[in-house]
């Protein structure tokens, strides 16, 4: 079984919607991420969450909000969704240990279209 | 403020050729730095990392990288690509104090046979 899982993995939606995409990890890591990934343009961080009552605001936040619902737990919600939005979003993870030199594993991605 | 940039959105070379990807990055503290691929269809898989230990680092799949810390590089090589190597490769670089992570755009790597 892959060790972070997102659903969905594919996802059509309409604008003004309210969608949600959710990450679940059973690799035991404290640290969440959610990143989108545009064409061209790398990936981008959305939010991170060091652990369930920790969470702070990535690069491109507005728009976005998020969920630590456990440790294993980590949802993405867009409130009121525009075609803008349209990405491939990726969950990651990663441990607790000496900052900044730890891999993050990542899910396989959902990807988000939004008419 | 960390930063990475990679030289060249699409490479193509023949199968059996050198692979080279660039990536400098851009750091106010020691850079402990990534190379990520991205197969189609999937997620993010770590390569190989530097994290101030040595300076030539090997990673999965015959790649490996050089930190040279004078030219601000870790650009990634192969010897002999493979028509399996086909992908996107992503260069990062954690901003030192968290775990996060700041990616360049990538670079989509084509093999022909």
């Known amino acids: 079984d892959a060790d972070v899982t997102q659903t969905p993995r594919n996802r059509i939606t309409k604008t003004g919607k309210r969608i949600m995409l959710e990450c679940s990890q059973t690799?035991?890591?404290?640290?969440m991420y959610w990143y989108r990934q545009d064409p061209g343009l790398g990936l981008r961080l959305i939010y991170y969450s060091f652990d369930v009552k920790d969470i702070n605001k990535g690069e491109i936040s507005d728009g976005y909000s998020v969920s630590r619902q456990a440790q294993a737990k980590f949802s993405l919600s867009l409130e009121s969704a525009i075609p803008n939005q349209t990405a491939l979003y990726f969950c990651?993870?990663?441990?607790?240990?000496?900052?900044?030199?730890?891999?993050?594993?990542f899910g396989p991605g959902t990807r988000l279209t939004v008419l | 403020a960390q930063s990475v940039t990679q030289l060249g959105s699409h490479v193509s070379v023949s199968e059996g050729a050198l692979v080279l990807l660039r990536c400098n990055y851009s750091s106010s503290v020691p850079p402990y730095l990534f190379w990520y691929v991205q197969y189609p269809n999937q997620g993010l898989q770590l390569l190989l990392k530097y994290t101030s230990a040595a300076t030539l680092v090997k990673g999965i799949n015959g790649f490996e990288a050089e930190f040279k810390k004078s030219e601000t590089s870790f650009h990634l090589t192969k010897p002999s690509a493979h028509m399996s190597d086909a992908a996107e490769y992503f260069c990062?670089?954690?901003?030192?104090?968290?775990?996060?992570?700041?990616f360049g755009t990538g670079t989509r790597l084509q093999v022909f046979p």
């Open positions: 990062a670089v954690s901003d030192g104090n968290t775990d996060k992570l700041i």
């Open positions: 690799k035991g890591h404290d640290r």
């Open positions: 990651a993870t990663s441990d607790f240990g000496a900052s900044g030199r730890n891999e993050q594993f």
